[in-house]
């Protein structure tokens, strides 16, 4: 059966391989799944056809036959859990690996997250600027830990994971702070996962659509 997933039809970040789905096109690479890419413009995310996919009206999805996902961890534990490459065969490594999965999006992201809301949609707001520092200071917080138990190892639990593939696509969001450049040993796990042969193959897919489609309008 044909795997298809929904990507931006014009991704905001220009194809520098933030968008949500290039970890899903990641975790397809380093499975040496084949897909497809249904690319969505933003009213189109926000039209009925698109909202049984995804009823937030947000990308990416994941179609398979019958089965229609949606949301990055859900998607790329179901390719993880059904394709080599990913987990561990170790029970225990496998729930180890799934566990960073969920502290990459419910621990590491949310602060993260919130730095790109503090400053494009309350950056003009009259308490922004006490705001800001705060809002960086709870990053370097989680970093710090993160640094701590990453250690000196290559990734966080053994062998590359798709715990790790989670971390690192989370940690990404905080290269144009430069707040990564304050943990070297982040950056350079970063740095690591962005060397892997998959990752380089979903970012040139991802950046190849943006750079040949002209802006709208």
């Known amino acids: 059966m044909t795997i298809t997933i929904t990507a931006f039809e014009r991704s905001p970040d220009g194809g520098k391989g933030l968008a949500r789905d290039t970890r899903v ?79 990459a999006l419910n621990t590491v992201e949310p602060p993260i997250l919130d730095l790109q809301t503090a400053k494009f949609m309350e950056g003009d707001k009259p308490w922004a600027a006490e705001r800001l520092p705060l809002v960086k200071d709870r990053i370097r917080h989680r970093l710090r830990e993160l640094s701590v138990r990453l250690g000196d190892a290559d990734w966080l639990d053994g062998a590359f994971s798709a715990g790790d593939l989670m971390m690192v696509s989370v940690l990404l969001r905080t290269r144009s702070s430069g707040i990564l450049d304050e943990f070297p040993d982040l950056a350079a796990y970063v740095a690591r996962g962005e060397a892997r042969p998959a990752y380089k193959r979903a970012f040139a897919a991802q950046l190849a659509i943006n750079a040949s489609t002209p802006p709208a309008g």
């Not at 926000?46 to 937030?56: N, V």
């Open 25 to 103: 096109r990641w975790a397809l690479e380093e499975t040496d799944l084949p897909y497809e890419v249904r690319f969505v413009s933003f009213g189109a995310m926000k039209e009925p056809a698109h909202r049984r996919l995804h009823p937030f009206g947000q990308i990416p999805t994941y179609e398979e036959g019958d089965l229609a996902l949606f949301e990055t961890g859900a998607i790329v534990f179901h390719i993880a859990e059904r394709h080599a490459g990913l987990l561990p065969d170790n029970a225990d490594a496998r729930a180890r690996a799934v566990m960073w999965m969920f502290a």
